[in-house]
Each structure stands twice: as structure tokens, then as C-alpha cells.
T-cell receptor, first 113, second 113 residues
Framework: DTAVSQTPKYLVTQMGNDKSIKCEQNLGHDTMYWYKQDSKKFLKIMFSYNNKELIINETVPNRFSPKSPDKAHLNLHINSLELGDSAVYFC????????????FGPGTRLTVT | DAKTTQPTSMDCAEGRAANLPCNHSTISGNEYVYWYRQIHSQGPQYIIHGLKNNETNEMASLIITEDRKSSTLILPHATLRDTAVYYCIVRGDGSSNTGKLIFGQGTTLQVKP
């Protein structure tokens, strides 16, 4: 009965590779997000989708490309991985609107060597 | 979006109430105060949110001052499992109504036996 799930939990890869992280929510929410938490523990929003439409795109390199095949899924594809991409990536979901809380997944720890 | 100021760290004795302050002096009338926490190695967890009135749920109480420039999160009977980083976030409309959460440094709450 996991609300927001992410796969994989850990991802170790080499520089230059392309990788994807998957996110699924079973809460019936219409908005999904990707956040990045760096080594200094700062959490920053990267993207947000509402009903499969991109609504937030922060200053993120275009090597990062989110894909939302349906309302319940938001995947993150990263091309040409760099050392600085090493971080924990969190997916979240919510109903649209400022009065609705976001539910976060357990995170994917990406390590680029 | 309004910014928040929180103490970097606090201690609390197990079983006692933990009162976590937050200043948000530039908050706008349509901006909500949200509290999240992040227990080590987990995703952020929603605690509570409010607009003007005080709020209470099974986890905590939120006290918002009348001028809305500050708030206090109260964990009535802190346990060791409440040790975490607590984030006070002002989530607002601004000019975009995107609903994104902007995380600051938060307060590291250490509950001690």
C-alpha cells in the first residue's frame, strides 16, 4: 500500500552514462514533482507536472528530462551523467492547489563515479 | 515566495513538548505556512499546515500569530522517533501559483532520553 514509490533505491553508475529513475503514486493525485537533495542536504525542486503537463521547470540542465506517461507516473531520465549529479532524488505528489500537502517517496540515492 | 527563519538546532527532553519557532515576516495574505520533517535517510514527511487559524492534527499543533509573521510547531509529547530536521515553509501564490515547496535549512531537533 505504498503511496509514493521510487525505483531504484540506489543507483551507482559511471560518468557519461544515461540512467532513469521511476516514480509511481497510487494516491490519485494529479500533480507530481521531482526534488534533488545534494550532499549539503539542501532540498530543491526540479520539476512539477500537473495532469501530465509540465508546470515547473527550475534551472536544471537539459540533460535532465522528466516524462509523465500518465498521472500516476513521473520518470526522470538523466543523460551524460556528471559527478555533480550525485545526490538523493525525491519524487512527490499532491492534489493541485496551495492547500494540499505533498507526499514524498523514499528517495533514490544516485552516485556517479 | 516569502522566506522563513528557523533556529539551526534545538534539543528537547523525551516526553516533553517540543516548540519549534519560525519567522516569516514577509508572508503574504494568501500564503500558507507548511511544516515538514525529514528523519535521517527518509523522504520529507508532511506534518501540518495553516493559513490564519491555529491547526491541530494527530501529529502536532500549529500556532500562527495574529499578524501571521511567525508561527510555532508544537509536538506535544516528543519521542526519540521525533528526532529529525523540521522545515517551516511558506507556500504561496506569488506570481505563479505553482505550489512549489522551497526548503530552507530547517531546525535539527534532537530528542534526548
Amino acid at each position: 500500500d505504498t503511496a509514493v514509490s521510487q525505483t531504484p533505491k540506489y543507483l551507482v553508475t559511471q560518468m557519461g552514462n544515461d540512467k532513469s529513475i521511476k516514480c509511481e503514486q497510487n494516491l490519485g493525485h494529479d500533480t507530481m514533482y521531482w526534488y534533488k537533495q545534494d550532499s549539503k542536504k539542501f532540498l530543491k525542486i526540479m520539476f512539477s507536472y500537473n495532469n501530465k503537463e509540465l508546470i515547473i521547470n527550475e534551472t536544471v540542465p537539459n540533460r535532465f528530462s522528466p516524462k509523465s506517461p500518465d498521472k500516476a507516473h513521473l520518470n526522470l531520465h538523466i543523460n551524460s551523467l556528471e559527478l555533480g549529479d550525485s545526490a538523493v532524488y525525491f519524487c512527490a505528489s499532491s492534489q493541485a492547489g496551495l492547500d494540499n500537502e505533498q507526499y514524498f517517496g523514499p528517495g533514490t540515492r544516485l552516485t556517479v563515479t | 515566495d516569502a522566506k522563513t527563519t528557523q533556529p539551526t538546532s534545538m534539543d528537547c527532553a523525551e516526553g516533553r513538548a517540543a516548540n519549534l519557532p519560525c519567522n516569516h515576516s514577509t508572508i503574504s495574505g494568501n500564503e500558507y505556512v507548511y511544516w515538514y520533517r525529514q528523519i535521517h535517510s527518509q523522504g520529507p514527511q508532511y506534518i501540518i499546515h495553516g493559513l490564519k487559524n491555529n491547526e491541530t492534527n494527530e501529529m502536532a499543533s500549529l500556532i500562527i500569530t495574529e499578524d501571521r509573521k511567525s508561527s510555532t510547531l508544537i509536538l506535544p509529547h516528543a519521542t526519540l522517533r521525533d528526532t529529525a530536521v523540521y522545515y517551516c515553509i511558506v507556500r504561496g501564490d506569488g506570481s505563479s501559483n505553482t505550489g512549489k515547496l522551497i526548503f530552507g535549512q530547517g531546525t535539527t531537533l534532537q530528542v534526548k532520553p
